[in-house]
């Protein structure tokens, strides 16, 4: 089929507005332009609205819709992660002694080793400069600060064999305390030092060996029908300080994250902290929607070495561990998880100090899909000058009425019939007419193609004949 054949038999067959008038032999060649003018004006707004609507279909194709609550029964209680600030002088002398062999009488080393486990334990990731005085001192390399700090904080931490707690509820209310209930917490390594916390992620912050064996801390949960409280005491000693953060129970705490409450204790009474819960689902069909379009994740739509399923902070933890590793070299003790080897030593963490870390570790960490937060609705001190309390922190959680549903409003199916309706519309064109096209396409190439190779192989037959007649 020759260029010229395959053109007008494209043209003349196709279903397209004003195609066959083109090469129609009795119009008058103005009139050709002017269908070709018109031709090209519908191909371009045609296309023109296809790239809107694909524009749409990529940034816009869910919406938050309110719905009722009633039908849900138990919702999750928030996740706490409680940590003291307070200094043990006792277990200081004692890691003084077992690691430098150094004791009270010899009084300028003495002073000096007490100083950097003080800075120790008090360190977090934006206080990395205060270790610049023992940047070149030797017999401070090779520490295990993990076991430090477990022996520093041993006082406030849980002991390591605790159990699950098994909570009094209300008999009409599952998990839904009628008193105050204490939180059932474990031992978690974090960017804020030593704490401890209630999350279900418990083990990905565990600083002991063998976190993958561990037990859970006990799930607590809210009724409609009942309050939803807990009672968080200072049990360390009038000294410390008590810093209380309030996040999902299914995540670990990321300081400076959007969705983390910080409450810090009273010295002398009790302070009760209003929650509001907020609780966003989503159909079934966004699951069917591409991530990158979504802009959120499912659990277990995880993208995640160091962990076994996906949540927005254990994405910027390993974000965070990832950058510290590429600008220095080693991984900072705040973190349970990662590589066991490359652990930051003093020069390791200044080096992440000089290199902004983690401010400069710029994470992509999508929410999910399906969350809860919380809103601090009401935070009220009570206090009495003439009489002595521990500091207690009393946190509440308001159970909402609505909540938000993502909702698809425009889907891949919902793409394609908007594809349709604009080609039809300015073109006339349907799938049977791009059907047509791609045949006959096809239909040229093969014939060329087989044409080429006849004409390849008669050559080669000629020259052959020749060559043996010559002989």
Not at 201 to 225: F, V
Not at 297 to 320: A, F, M, V
Not at 336 to 348: Q, R
Not at 438 to 460: A, C, P
Request: aromatic share 12%; proline share 4%; net charge positive.
């Amino acid at each position: 089929m020759k260029c010229q054949d395959y053109i007008n038999t494209t043209v003349n067959e196709s279903s397209i507005h004003g195609c066959p008038y083109l090469v129609k032999h009795a119009l008058h060649w103005l009139e050709k332009i002017f269908w070709g003018v018109t031709i090209i004006a519908a191909a371009y707004w045609s296309f023109n609205i296809c790239y809107s609507q694909w524009e749409r279909f990529r940034d816009n194709p869910i919406i938050l819709a309110t719905e009722l609550t009633w039908g849900k029964l138990n919702y999750p209680f928030v996740g706490i992660t409680l940590c003291f600030n307070y200094t043990d002088e006792e277990a200081i002398a004692h890691v003084i002694k077992d690691t430098w062999a150094v004791t009270p009488e010899d009084r300028d080393s003495y002073q000096y080793y007490f100083e950097f486990l003080k800075t120790i334990n008090h360190l977090t990731v934006a206080k990395l400069s205060t270790l610049e005085p023992y940047r070149n001192d030797d017999k401070l390399k090779n520490l295990d600060f993990v076991q430090i700090l477990l022996q520093l904080k041993g006082k406030g931490l849980p002991k390591r064999e605790t159990k699950t707690v098994e909570k009094k509820t209300d008999k009409n209310a599952q998990g839904g305390n009628s008193e105050y209930g204490e939180p059932d917490f474990r031992a978690a390594i974090t960017e804020l030092g030593m704490c401890q916390t209630t999350s279900q992620t418990a083990r990905y912050t565990n600083p002991y060996k063998g976190a993958d064996n561990i037990q859970l801390p006990a799930k607590s949960e809210c009724n409609p029908m009942s309050e939803c409280n807990s009672k968080i005491f200072n049990r360390v000693g009038g000294n410390a300080s008590m810093n209380v953060y309030m996040h999902s129970n299914f995540d670990i705490i990321t300081p400076g994250d959007r969705d983390t409450i910080l409450s810090g204790g009273t010295d002398n009474g009790a302070l009760t902290v209003e929650l509001m819960l907020g609780i966003t689902t989503a159909e079934a069909e966004v699951h069917k929607l591409p991530i990158a379009y979504r802009k959120c994740r499912y659990i277990n739509e995880n993208k995640l070495h160091y962990s076994q399923s996906y949540s927005p902070g254990l994405c910027r933890t390993e974000c965070r561990i990832r950058a510290a590793l590429a600008k220095c070299g080693c991984k900072p003790y705040f973190y349970a998880i990662g590589p066991k080897k490359s652990i930051c030593d003093i020069k390791g963490m200044l080096c992440l100090e000089k290199a902004q870390w983690p401010e400069s570790a710029h994470c992509n960490c999508l929410p999910l899909c399906e969350e809860i937060r919380y809103v601090v609705s009401q935070a009220q001190a009570v206090t009495k000058s003439t009489e002595k309390f521990e500091s207690t922190i009393i946190v509440k959680v308001l159970l909402p009425r609505m909540g938000l549903k993502r909702r698809v409003v425009f889907s891949a199916d919902q793409l394609i019939v908007s594809f349709g309706g604009a080609v039809g519309l300015f073109l006339g064109a349907s799938f049977i007419s791009v059907y047509g096209l791609v045949f006959t396409f096809s239909q040229f190439i093969f014939s060329n193609t087989l044409s080429l190779f006849k004409k390849y192989f008669n050559k080669n037959k000629h020259s052959n004949v020749i060559k043996v007649r010559e002989y």
